[in-house]
C-alpha cells in the first residue's frame, strides 16, 4: 500500500489507515487526518521534506516521518 510520502503533487487521495502507535497517531488524528478523509498534497519541499497538503479546508504541513505513517488509496 502506498503513504502519503508517496503521492505526487496536485494528487487527491483518500486516507485508508492510520499506523503507528501512541502519541504519533493520535497528532496526526488531532490535525484532522483520519480514515475515509480525502487530502489534496499541495507542495513538496525540493528534499521532500516537509509536505504541505489541504484537509478539511485548511493547510497542513507534515514531515515525511508522520506521512508515512498514513496508507493511502
Known amino acids: ?5 508517496d503521492a505526487n503533487i496536485g494528487e487527491t487521495i483518500t486516507v485508508a489507515k492510520l499506523v503507528g502507535e501512541g502519541a504519533v497517531k493520535r497528532r496526526i488524528m488531532d490535525m484532522g487526518i483520519t480514515k475515509g478523509i480525502s487530502v489534496f ?3 513538496v519541499a525540493p528534499l521532500g521534506d516537509p509536505i504541505e497538503v489541504t484537509v478539511r479546508g485548511y493547510e497542513l504541513t507534515l ?3 508522520e506521512a508515512e505513517n498514513i496508507l493511502i488509496d
Request: proline fraction near 0%; charged fraction near 55%.
Open 63 to 65: 514531515r515525511k516521518a
Open 1 to 5: 500500500m502506498r503513504t502519503l510520502k
Open 41 to 43: 498534497v499541495r507542495k
